[in-house]
């Protein structure tokens, strides 16, 4: 790695809105950045760490958001005080960006071909064929096996990993000086999550430009950094040589943070429930979809059973595609099956029609994985949270005064009911989502992937508060999650799917210590960073039953 300052940034503040829970989103940040390095920045959800990713860029929303003081200096240039047109003329072409949520980053009415043509006709002179032919070898480059076939084809036609290696492709278009990863693996399945990490290092390597890479993953940090930047509420409160930061954390934040990362959990002891009565039951559900008439079906759930016995917590893990969601959403009759049997206790639920669906519905709640999307931005947390108990002809005393409790139980407390959504943190809005499931007092609670958006505090707080609400009102759980260190940590049976089948199934110490189907472990080799936390015993038998070290030597 060359000793020489590609970036540096001195001292940079950057203002927020007047009425914030603090003045500034950074503050006094001084880093540098040198060619073929890897930084990875990591913290809390609030950190300022997207702030300074997108200082870099020149993309804050100012007037809301502005630096006030500090300096970015690149090639000689304060990024701060530098012309919109010069900025832009940067933007792309040194210093590219590859953002959290390439859905949300992508014009969903243009295809990919076309915005990924945009780059070149703004910063190069070429012609069209010369273009499409860039364009085709970066895709080849990141993987993608017919480019031709997605440059024709439209965000909502990809996969998350396809359409984060289109992104990918796009950033590296006219091959940059400096990579801004912001958050690009958080909502991926970890075998693509381990794709894309051994891609943008592989890159990196070859092209030897720089990377920033923000994540709250220390198992991503651990496959990837050279050093580590550490920031809380604003400010950079270690930064160092990768090895030192994560064996010999010097500061409390950093220590904090890293005990809340859950760990891989290969053993010990699980209450047995194989006594107990079932409280769901499926038997043989299948679903199949189709893009049009003439098309081929695509089989979401094929054959699919599972039992879930009372008290016990059911995972369900897998890649994206692979139906976990179609799953859990057919049991909650949010999606109607082409076959099979779903019975909740001794109720057929796909035998029920409209009303009495809607009595049933009392006892089988739902946990989704965005909070801010399944909650409603306009009414206030004590309606959201009371809505069902007043729909089941609960009077309104009686279900404010049970919301109070739930809103108590779930961390939060009773004022927290005059307050909107937005007003609170991810984590927050998760709490509030689990007391509205939790208010009708559900015998089965569907969780769809409920931590995967939360940084590693927040996620340890909410899956704490799940462990500990399971064992006081002994409900039933189905866990969907494609991190399969919180399945370790949260279930007592695992389920492994692909491709609409479960291919294993079994206590869940037994599916991750000792893994039957070949599938099972690519998913574990595919975790980022397992090696680093095993002990040498636990590291014997991973390499005993064949589990590669990590993603960077495996494809997962």
């Known amino acids: 790695m060359s000793t020489k300052t590609l970036l540096e940034v001195d001292n940079l503040s950057v203002t927020l809105p007047a009425g914030g829970d603090r003045e500034f989103a950074v503050t006094d940040l001084s880093c540098t950045l040198c060619p073929n390095e890897i930084l990875c920045v990591v913290g809390e959800s609030g950190s300022g760490k997207s702030v300074f990713a997108r200082s870099i860029m020149g993309l804050l929303p100012v007037p809301r958001l502005r630096v006030s003081g500090g300096s970015i200096r690149f090639d000689g240039q304060d990024l701060v005080n530098v012309a919109p047109s010069e ?5 792309g072409n040194k210093i590219s960006m590859i953002f959290q949520e390439p859905m949300t980053a992508l014009n969903p009415l243009i295809r990919v071909g076309k915005q990924m043509e945009e780059v070149l006709c703004v910063h190069a002179s070429m012609g069209r064929e010369e273009r499409r032919s860039l364009i085709t070898g970066r895709l080849q480059r990141v993987g993608i096996t017919d480019p031709e076939r997605l440059l024709r084809s439209y965000p909502h036609e990809l996969s998350g990993g396809q359409r984060q290696r289109a992104m990918i492709a796009m950033a590296l278009l006219l091959e940059p000086r400096i990579l801004v990863a912001d958050e690009p693996t958080t909502a991926l399945d970890v075998t693509t999550q381990a794709k894309i990490l051994r891609l943008i290092k592989d890159i990196q390597a070859s092209s030897h430009m720089a990377v920033i890479f923000i994540t709250h993953d220390f198992g991503v940090v651990a496959e990837l950094a050279d050093r580590v930047a550490v920031m809380q509420q604003g400010r950079l409160v270690e930064i160092g040589n990768a090895k030192d930061v994560l064996e010999h954390p010097s500061h409390p934040y ?7 990362v859950p760990r891989m959990k290969f053993r010990g002891p699980r209450t047995s429930f194989d006594k107990a009565p079932a409280v769901l039951s499926a038997q043989a559900l299948c679903k199949a979809y189709r893009a049009s008439r003439r098309s081929q079906p695509v089989h979401a759930l094929k054959d699919v059973s599972l039992r879930i016995r009372r008290g016990e917590a059911v995972g369900v893990v897998g890649e994206s595609g692979s139906g976990k969601s179609t799953l859990a959403r057919s049991i909650a009759r949010l999606v109607d099956v082409d076959a099979g049997q779903i019975l ?3 109720t057929d ?7 009495p669906l809607r009595e049933i519905r009392s006892k089988l709640q739902m946990v ?5 999307a399944s909650l409603d931005p306009r009414c206030k947390v004590g309606f959201t949270v009371a809505e069902g108990l007043l729909a089941h002809g609960e009077t309104e005393e009686n279900a404010m005064r049970r919301t109070d409790e739930l809103l108590s139980l779930v961390g939060l407390g009773p004022d927290a009911k ?5 007003e609170f943190s991810g984590g927050q809005r998760q709490r509030i989502a689990i007391a509205r499931a939790l208010a ?3 015998e089965l609670l569907i969780a769809d992937e409920p931590v995967s958006a939360l940084d590693v505090s927040m996620q340890a707080q909410v899956l704490k508060l799940l462990a500990d609400i399971k064992e006081r009102l002994h409900f039933s759980m189905l866990f969907i999650t494609h991190d399969l260190r919180v399945a370790s940590q949260v279930c007592d049976y695992i389920c492994v799917m692909r491709n609409g089948e479960i291919v294993e199934h079994g206590q869940t110490q037994d599916v991750f210590a000792d893994p039957r189907h070949e599938y099972t472990r690519e998913l574990l080799s595919a975790v980022p960073g397992l090696a680093h936390e095993l002990s040498a015993a636990e590291q014997t038998c ?10 960077s030597t495996s494809e997962g």
């Open 344 to 346: 909740l206790g001794d």
């Open 542 to 551: 991973m390499a005993r039953i064949g589990i590669a070290r990590s993603p």
């Open 87 to 91: 900025m832009r003329r940067i933007r």
């Open 368 to 372: 989704f994985q965005d909070p801010f």
């Open 440 to 442: 009708l007092g559900p």
């Open 418 to 422: 005059h307050r909107f959504p937005h």
């Open 254 to 260: 950093t220590r904090s943070l890293m005990e809340a």
């Open 349 to 355: 639920l796909l035998r029920l029609e409209r009303e």
